[in-house]
């Protein structure tokens, strides 16, 4: 994509961001125009750096007049191709790093689009408080990259995905206006909810400048373990147990596979089998509470009543620290530990709960009759039945032939996934890589409405053009 930019808009960018405000250094740029997996490669004429909102502001408002579109990105962790820039001036919030507010009577942090989630989590410990949102890339996940995709993550299952855990938004509008909506009230009834449209609108509505987050208590009870299951029918039984034993404690509940447990083992330093025999299907389950001891005797009693009823294998419980971040390091590093197996086809779909088993046995009988010897992956957080559902070339087979065959796999996945209600994209958006694809499991009343809803705010489509609707 070729975009056209004018040296005068490009003289009034630079004059309103300054020194250190804008790059063209193509060394600057390289970072920032490739995905992760490596899959999109962007280009831009002009990369902004933001400090402040104002200057957020400028650059959009700029833009806006001229018509020349904009790419925000924030810590570059997306995975559906929507932060990477084809011919869009690239606006990075990365300079946007200020906690603004932190009130322990409030429960509220205020962080800008560029403290990552890491530092939001620092932030909160330090007043004795804690915010939930946990993601393997929290080191380098920015807060308004987290709210504009909706991120999800390990604790949905207690604490809902980022929509339930904001309060309030300052933004900038695609014609350049803030908007501050910065509350921090658990309570406003007063018509439409702006700060609902632009969670989850992966930068269509307006870039994020900073956002109220809830906090918690933090825990002082908590127990991690891993269980072995024969088939995911078991699991979900766990699962329901699990909630009955330790009421609203349960804070995560993963699924994962022995299949991506070994390519962890295999290609991950430092990892260890978290069990002594192998096993077909294991679950990562935490439980937390506030009352001491409390989350430990309740593991004790779901696992033993477990184990004695035939409906788990084997169990190991953590009984340090380390020992549960060892266990949330096999989780963490499943996508990591398929890169160096060759292509992938990767799906982030959601199912009913009820449903995650009988979806796992249709996509993987579809798959492997598609790809003989394809290698099936499954993982993630059953507890909100939420899958990450992959599918590896052959091993010792060919990536551009698989690859290949990619369009046709996930279009099967996704149709068995539609039939059961569920969703195409439980967590990661739709990106450039879904957006088109979306129309198909979309009613035309949907995307109608949602294309209203843009062309309302956005005349001259200029915010992230690509993406959505």
């Not at 570059?76 to 932190?102: F, K």
């Not at 890491?118 to 915010?131: D, N, Y």
């Not at 509350?183 to 700060?195: E, I, M, Q």
């Not at 989350?295 to 380390?322: F, S, W, Y």
Request: glycine fraction near 10%; proline fraction near 5%.
């Amino acid at each position: 994509m070729t975009v056209s930019i004018s040296a005068d808009v490009v003289s009034r960018l630079k004059a309103v961001l300054g020194e250190g405000g804008w790059s063209q250094d193509p060394e600057r740029l390289a970072p920032k125009l490739v995905e992760w997996r490596d899959r999109w490669h962007g280009n831009t004429p002009f990369l902004a750096l933001p400090k402040t909102p104002r200057d957020v502001a400028a650059v959009i408002g700029i833009c806006a007049e001229a018509g020349v579109p904009i790419t925000p990105q924030g810590g570059n962790t997306g995975l559906v191709g929507g932060q990477i820039p084809l011919g869009e001036i690239l606006l990075s919030t990365e300079r946007l790093r200020a906690i603004r507010d932190i009130d322990a009577l409030d429960d509220v942090i205020v962080a800008e689009a560029g403290v990552t989630l890491a530092a939001v989590h620092e932030a909160a410990l330090e007043k004795g408080r804690r915010f939930p949102l946990d993601l393997a890339s929290e080191g380098t996940a920015t807060i308004g990259g987290v709210v504009s995709t909706n991120a999800g993550g390990t604790a949905v299952l207690r604490y809902g995905n980022t929509r339930d855990l904001v309060l309030g938004l300052e933004a900038v509008l695609p014609n350049g206006e803030i908007w501050n909506g910065l509350k921090r009230l658990r309570k406003d009834n007063t018509g439409y909810d702006l700060k609902q449209l632009l969670i989850g609108a992966e930068g269509t509505l307006g870039v994020v400048t900073a956002a109220s987050l809830k906090l918690f208590p933090v825990l002082v009870s908590r127990a991690t373990a891993i269980a072995a299951v024969d088939t995911p029918q078991a699991a979900s039984q766990l699962l329901v147990r699990a909630k009955d034993e330790a009421g609203g404690a349960v804070e995560a509940f993963e699924l994962m596979g022995r299949r991506g447990i070994e390519f962890v083992l295999k290609n991950i330093a430092g990892q260890r089998d978290p069990l002594s025999e192998i096993h077909p299907w294991y679950v990562l389950i935490e439980l937390a509470s506030g009352e001491p001891g409390a989350a430990e005797a309740a593991m004790e009693r779901l696992l033993g009543k477990a184990l004695d009823d035939g409906l788990i294998r084997d169990a190991a419980v953590a009984q340090t620290q380390a020992q549960a971040k060892a266990f949330w390091s096999i989780r963490e590093n499943q996508s990591p530990g398929q890169k160096p197996e060759g292509a992938t086809w990767k799906h982030d779909v959601s199912v009913p709960v009820s449903r995650v088993a009988e979806f796992l046995d249709q996509a993987t009988a579809r798959m492997e009759a598609l790809v003989p010897g394809g290698r099936v992956t499954a993982f993630g957080h059953m507890g909100d039945g939420n899958i990450h559902y992959d599918v590896i070339r052959p091993d010792g087979g060919d990536d551009a032939v698989h690859s290949a065959l990619r369009a046709e796999g996930s279009r099967i996945v996704h149709d068995i996934v539609a039939s059961m209600g569920g969703s195409i994209s439980a967590e990661h958006g739709l990106g450039s890589m879904k957006t088109e694809e979306a129309r198909r499991y979309k009613s035309p009343v949907e995307v109608a409405a949602l294309s209203a809803i843009r062309q309302s705010l956005d005349p001259k489509r200029i915010m992230n053009p690509r993406v959505l609707f």
